[in-house]
């Protein structure tokens, strides 16, 4: 049997029909190395993985006895995989065409890259604004999810050198890879020994944030972080927090300040305590019109 030279890595938390979508579209459009895929269940409430497991036979399977989070189930999955080379890629991702191969060439060419984040499109074939900037106090201004970062990527302003630029790091007119801050976590490949000496996602992070944490230590384990124009895929994005999206605004919130914790303001200050105060705020408020918009159980 070859050596194994790619890993697909997926986390899977009730969408198991997003999950076959996924493992289909790897199989029609598969890299031309050979390759694996390890869906991690995170304890699904719905049965997904006994019907994961029915399906997919062949692929490799790891139920988990609860639900860890995103990381740790990333980091689980790579505990057993055996590639050169680690995919990480939402259960809620599809592959319309071959994504991988120009990738480990870049990974074989260029030693100094340790991390690429692919192209991210909505269903409708929209650029998400999956590479960005490092946290800072103008992100809570011009973040991807605020007002004036939407705003900003409704009318196109997110390339490098205007006012949003060092927040909303995808550029649609660029036609070769270049150096970002980090990049998201849906779709993500990372050379093996970059993984390894990160020790994968810190755990404390139980969703979100963990890639920009990842990207941030790989940057000062000598790494560098890369946005790869050469491929995509596409993200039905928010597949597991639909029905209720309050846990997730939740773990946003509360994992942003994580990270304001350990790489803005690693003591306490000011600058942790307004963060603090701030997320808290915005939560609520977001929790608050989500709720209203939740139907009715009457």
Known sequence: MSEIELSFITVNYCTPDLVSCLVESIRKFPPPVPWELIVVDNKSPDG??????????????????????FGCGNNRGAAIAEGKTIVLIN????????????????????????????????????????????????????????????????????????????????????????????????????????????????????????????????????YKTFYFTDAGVYHHAGASSKKDPCPSIDWFHNSAYIYVCKHISPRPSFVRGFAWFALKTRAAL????????LPSRE
């Open 48 to 69: 997904s993985a006994d019907v994961i497991a029915k399906r997919h036979p062949d692929i490799k399977f790891l139920p988990l006895d609860k639900n860890y989070g």
């Open 91 to 222: 259960s809620d991702a599809e592959l319309r065409e071959e994504s991988f191969a120009k990738g480990l060439d870049f990974f074989k060419h260029n030693p100094h890259a340790g991390i690429l984040g692919l192209k991210i499109y909505t269903v409708d074939g929209e650029l998400e604004q999956t590479a960005r900037g490092f946290p800072d106090a103008s992100t809570g201004i011009f973040g991807r999810s605020t007002f004036f970062g939407k705003l900003a990527q409704k009318f196109g302003k997110t390339a490098k050198g205007c006012v949003v630029g060092k927040n909303l790091m995808s550029d649609p007119n660029a036609k070769e890879p270049y150096t970002v801050d980090w990049v998201s976590g849906a779709a993500m490949m990372i050379r093996r020994d970059c993984w390894d000496k990160l020790g994968g996602f810190d755990e404390d992070y139980f969703m979100y944030w963990e890639d920009a944490d990842l990207c941030y230590r790989a940057l000062k384990a000598g």
């Open 286 to 293: 977001l929790k608050l019109r989500a709720r209203r918009k």
